[in-house]
C-alpha cells in the first residue's frame, strides 16, 4: 500500500476527538480522525436518554475528579461552557436546561453529532470509519501508523492525538486501547475503575430492594465526605438514580454509604406530631405519611420499629430519626463497565501539557477526552470536558503549523 501523509491523526470519533479535528484542521491542516465504530458519536447519540446533555452552565474545575485537581482549570477556563453554547446557537439547535444547570438537545443527540461532522466537514478533515489502528511506531518526522479494516493503509504523521475514550460502556466499542498507547509512550496510568455507576448489593439487602423496585426518592447520599443531593432509585439489583451515580465516583469497595432521606425535613418534630394527632398507629404507618409507604414499611421492618408510634419515647423518635436521616448501608460492587457512564482514573496528567494535552516525554503525541485522569460529575461535564479538550489540543496543534 502506498504511504498517506497527514499533518495530524486522531484516534476516536467521539466527542473530544471531533472537537480537536475541527480546530487541528483550521488553519488549513491535513487532518485524519479514524475511528473502528460504524458511524461517529455514537456515545454522544445514547446519552442524555438520546437528548444529549452537552455541557452545564455551571461548569467549573471543582466539579471533576483528577489526581491533580487543577489540571483541568486551563482547557475548562479557555473553551467554557458559554462557547459551547454559542457554537450550538450557531447551528440553530434548540436547547433546554433541566435541573442544576444541566443542558440537553430539545429534539435529539443526532443534532450534536451533525454539527459537529458540519464543522468537520468545513474544516475539510478526514474521517474513516470502520478503521482499526493495527500498529504505531514514532519516527524521525513524528509517527508510522497502520490501519486496518475499511480505511487500511499505511500513515505518515507529526501529530497523533489518542481520543479513544475509557472502558465504560463496551457494548459500543470501549476498550483499553488508549491506555496501552500510553504504556507504548512510557506514560504513567493511575488506577481505572467504573464511574457514575448503579451500586450492587447483597442479597440479604436485595430481597427489600426488589420490593421496592422502581420507587424514587429526594436524598442526600454521602460517601468520603463528599455529599449529593438528588433523587435515589431502588431497582432489582441494588441502588441508581442521579444521587447514586455521583456518589459511584467517590465510592470504594468496603465502604458504605450514608443515605439521608429528605435530608431538609425536620424528621424528629415531624414524627413528635405524629404521635400526638394520632398514637394508635403503628410507627410503619406514621413514617409512611413522611416517606413512601414502601420505603417506610422496609425501615420499619429492617429495625424492628413496632407497636404504637403512642408508646415511643423521644428517645425512640429521636433514633428513628437519625436512622431516616443517616441510614448506612454498605454496597457489595457496583454494575461495572458495562453500564457505567463514564470510567474513572487514566492516564496520569503529570505526563500532559495543561494548555495543550501534549506529553512532555513525546513531542507530538498528545491524550484527550476521557482516556485522561479527568471525570466529571454527572450532569454534562464530562462532554465539556472533551470538547475544552479537544479545543485546547486542536488549537495548540493548528498555532503549530500556522
Same mark, same amino acid.
Given at each position: 500500500? $502506498?504511504?498517506?501523509?497527514?499533518?495530524? &491523526?486522531?484516534?476516536?470519533?467521539?466527542?473530544?476527538?471531533?472537537?480537536?479535528?475541527?480546530?487541528?484542521?483550521? +488553519?488549513?491542516?491535513?487532518?485524519?480522525?479514524?475511528?473502528?465504530?460504524?458511524?461517529?458519536?455514537?456515545?454522544?447519540?445514547?446519552?442524555?436518554?438520546?437528548?444529549?446533555?452537552?455541557?452545564? +452552565?455551571?461548569?467549573?474545575?471543582?466539579?471533576?475528579?483528577?489526581?491533580?485537581?487543577?489540571?483541568?482549570?486551563?482547557?475548562?477556563?479557555?473553551?467554557?461552557?458559554?462557547?459551547?453554547?454559542?457554537?450550538?446557537?450557531?447551528?440553530?439547535?434548540?436547547?433546554?436546561?433541566?435541573?442544576?444547570?444541566?443542558?440537553?438537545? %430539545?429534539?435529539?443527540?443526532?443534532?450534536?453529532?451533525?454539527?459537529?461532522?458540519?464543522?468537520?466537514?468545513?474544516?475539510?478533515?478526514?474521517?474513516?470509519?470502520?478503521?482499526?489502528?493495527?500498529? #504505531?511506531?514514532?519516527?524521525? %518526522?513524528?509517527?508510522?501508523?497502520?490501519?486496518?479494516?475499511?480505511?487500511?493503509?499505511?500513515?505518515?504523521?507529526?501529530?497523533?492525538?489518542?481520543?479513544?475514550?475509557?472502558?465504560?460502556? $463496551?457494548?459500543?466499542?470501549?476498550?483499553?486501547?488508549?491506555?496501552?498507547?500510553?504504556?507504548?509512550?512510557?506514560?504513567?496510568?493511575?488506577?481505572?475503575?467504573?464511574?457514575?455507576? $448503579?451500586?450492587?448489593?447483597?442479597?440479604?439487602?436485595?430481597?427489600?430492594?426488589?420490593?421496592?423496585?422502581? #420507587?424514587?426518592?429526594?436524598?442526600?447520599?454521602?460517601?468520603?465526605?463528599?455529599?449529593?443531593?438528588?433523587?435515589?432509585?431502588?431497582?432489582?439489583?441494588?441502588?441508581?438514580?442521579?444521587?447514586?451515580?455521583?456518589?459511584?465516583?467517590?465510592?470504594?469497595?468496603?465502604?458504605?454509604?450514608?443515605?439521608?432521606? #429528605?435530608?431538609?425535613? %425536620?424528621?424528629?418534630?415531624?414524627?413528635?406530631?405524629?404521635?400526638?394527632?394520632?398514637? +394508635?398507629?403503628?410507627?410503619?404507618?406514621?413514617?409512611?405519611?413522611?416517606?413512601?409507604?414502601?420505603?417506610?414499611?422496609?425501615?420499619?421492618?429492617?429495625?424492628?420499629?413496632?407497636?404504637?408510634?403512642?408508646?415511643?419515647?423521644?428517645?425512640?423518635?429521636?433514633?428513628?430519626?437519625?436512622? &431516616?436521616?443517616?441510614?448506612?448501608?454498605?454496597?457489595?460492587?457496583?454494575?461495572?463497565? +458495562?453500564?457505567?457512564? &463514564?470510567?474513572?482514573?487514566?492516564?496520569?496528567?503529570?505526563?500532559?501539557?495543561?494548555?495543550?494535552?501534549?506529553?512532555?516525554?513525546?513531542?507530538?503525541?498528545?491524550?484527550?477526552?476521557? &482516556?485522561?485522569?479527568?471525570?466529571?460529575?454527572?450532569?454534562?461535564?464530562?462532554?465539556?470536558?472533551?470538547?475544552?479538550?479537544?479545543?485546547?489540543?486542536?488549537?495548540?496543534?493548528?498555532?503549530?503549523?500556522?
Amino acid at each position: 500500500m $502506498p504511504i498517506e501523509t497527514f499533518d495530524t &491523526v486522531i484516534l476516536g470519533a467521539g466527542a473530544a476527538g471531533m472537537m480537536c479535528a475541527i480546530h487541528a484542521a483550521s +488553519r488549513g491542516g491535513r487532518v485524519l480522525i479514524l475511528d473502528h465504530a460504524k458511524a461517529p458519536g455514537e456515545k454522544i447519540r445514547i446519552s442524555g436518554g438520546g437528548r444529549c446533555n452537552f455541557t452545564n +452552565r455551571g461548569t467549573s474545575a471543582l466539579n471533576f475528579l483528577s489526581g491533580n485537581p487543577h489540571f483541568a482549570k486551563s482547557a475548562l477556563g479557555r473553551y467554557t461552557q458559554h462557547d459551547f453554547v454559542a457554537l450550538v446557537e450557531k447551528h440553530g439547535i434548540a436547547y433546554h436546561e433541566k435541573t442544576l444547570g444541566q443542558l440537553f438537545c %430539545d429534539h435529539s443527540a443526532k443534532d450534536i453529532i451533525a454539527m459537529l461532522l458540519d464543522e468537520m466537514a468545513r474544516a475539510a478533515c478526514d474521517l474513516r470509519l470502520r478503521t482499526t489502528l493495527e500498529s #504505531l511506531a514514532r519516527n524521525e %518526522d513524528g509517527f508510522a501508523l497502520t490501519l486496518g479494516g475499511d480505511g487500511a493503509a499505511n500513515i505518515r504523521c507529526r501529530q497523533f492525538v489518542v481520543a479513544s475514550g475509557g472502558k465504560s460502556i $463496551p457494548k459500543m466499542g470501549a476498550s483499553s486501547l488508549g491506555y496501552q498507547i500510553a504504556g507504548q509512550f512510557g506514560l504513567a496510568l493511575t488506577e481505572t475503575r467504573p464511574a457514575l455507576v $448503579p451500586l450492587t448489593f447483597g442479597e440479604d439487602m436485595l430481597a427489600g430492594f426488589r420490593a421496592m423496585a422502581g #420507587l424514587a426518592a429526594e436524598v442526600r447520599v454521602s460517601c468520603d465526605r463528599t455529599a449529593f443531593d438528588e433523587a435515589l432509585l431502588f431497582t432489582h439489583r441494588g441502588l441508581s438514580g442521579p444521587a447514586i451515580l455521583q456518589i459511584s465516583s467517590y465510592w470504594r469497595e468496603k465502604a458504605p454509604i450514608s443515605i439521608a432521606f #429528605l435530608p431538609a425535613h %425536620d424528621m424528629f418534630a415531624a414524627l413528635r406530631a405524629s404521635k400526638q394527632e394520632n398514637g +394508635r398507629r403503628s410507627i410503619a404507618t406514621a413514617l409512611g405519611d413522611i416517606l413512601p409507604k414502601r420505603l417506610a414499611a422496609y425501615l420499619a421492618q429492617a429495625h424492628g420499629w413496632d407497636g404504637p408510634i403512642g408508646a415511643a419515647s423521644d428517645r425512640k423518635l429521636a433514633a428513628i430519626a437519625a436512622i &431516616v436521616h443517616g441510614w448506612e448501608v454498605l454496597p457489595s460492587g457496583s454494575e461495572g463497565y +458495562r453500564t457505567a457512564e &463514564v470510567t474513572l482514573g487514566g492516564v496520569d496528567t503529570a505526563g500532559l501539557n495543561s494548555r495543550t494535552m501534549e506529553t512532555k516525554a513525546v513531542g507530538g503525541l498528545y491524550f484527550i477526552g476521557e &482516556v485522561v485522569d479527568v471525570t466529571g460529575w454527572l450532569g454534562g461535564y464530562n462532554f465539556q470536558w472533551a470538547w475544552s479538550s479537544g479545543w485546547a489540543a486542536g488549537t495548540a496543534i493548528a498555532e503549530r503549523a500556522g
